[in-house]
């Protein structure tokens, strides 16, 4: 175990826990939602995805507060996480980088439901309100209650894992 005291401890163990962080597999998704006042649609790729609770139904999104994407989420109070197909790797690019967000939206399989935006035919799609959220550092965890949600039934999901995009399947036996 490396123990660190120096003064920028804190910058040592994050660049630590960010190369540990890199081999725990987590799915990848889209999360989406709606700018209120004109309704446009916005979204990023998110990791940060994980069940709550199943009473009620409700999963958590930790989302950067200085993302693009963040201001709008948190006024619609509503949002949509968008499960890919493993072989859909590359719809994720552009909503992980702010030069692509004029192509975002620019798929045919894009559908709206109650202002937000989903993939239709996604492995899943999980539209949530936002009820409760906590603040930590850079970013926002926000839990949301799912109110409903979508599955083609497709297992091959698209997760992270390594420092690399992959699959999440299960392991043959």
Same mark, same amino acid.
């Given at each position: 175990m /490396? &123990? #660190?005291?120096? =003064?920028?401890?804190?910058? +040592?163990? $994050?660049d630590q826990l960010k190369k540990v962080l890199r081999f725990m597999p987590a799915p990848v998704g889209i999360v989406t939602s709606f700018e209120p006042e004109s309704g446009s649609p916005v979204g990023l790729a998110m990791s940060a995805i994980m069940p709550v609770s199943l009473d009620p139904p409700s999963m958590a999104i930790c989302v950067n507060r200085s993302g693009s994407s963040y201001d709008a989420l948190v006024r619609a109070g509503r949002f949509c996480i968008n499960l890919l197909h493993a072989d859909n790797a590359d719809r994720l690019s552009p909503f992980a980088s702010s030069s692509g967000r004029d192509q975002r939206f620019s798929d045919v399989s894009w559908r709206e439901k109650d202002? #937000?935006?989903? +993939?239709?035919?996604? =492995?899943? /799609? +999980?539209?949530? /309100? #936002? $009820?409760?959220?906590?603040?930590?550092?850079?970013?926002? &965890?926000l839990i949301g209650e799912v109110y409903d949600l979508a599955s083609s039934g497709d297992e091959d999901i698209l997760g992270w894992a390594n420092g690399a995009l992959g699959h999440i399947s299960p392991l043959a036996g």
């Amino acid at each position: 175990m /490396n &123990v #660190v005291n120096a =003064p920028d401890a804190s910058l +040592i163990f $994050r660049d630590q826990l960010k190369k540990v962080l890199r081999f725990m597999p987590a799915p990848v998704g889209i999360v989406t939602s709606f700018e209120p006042e004109s309704g446009s649609p916005v979204g990023l790729a998110m990791s940060a995805i994980m069940p709550v609770s199943l009473d009620p139904p409700s999963m958590a999104i930790c989302v950067n507060r200085s993302g693009s994407s963040y201001d709008a989420l948190v006024r619609a109070g509503r949002f949509c996480i968008n499960l890919l197909h493993a072989d859909n790797a590359d719809r994720l690019s552009p909503f992980a980088s702010s030069s692509g967000r004029d192509q975002r939206f620019s798929d045919v399989s894009w559908r709206e439901k109650d202002k #937000v935006w989903y +993939i239709d035919g996604a =492995p899943a /799609n +999980i539209f949530c /309100n #936002v $009820r409760d959220g906590l603040h930590f550092g850079t970013h926002h &965890v926000l839990i949301g209650e799912v109110y409903d949600l979508a599955s083609s039934g497709d297992e091959d999901i698209l997760g992270w894992a390594n420092g690399a995009l992959g699959h999440i399947s299960p392991l043959a036996g």
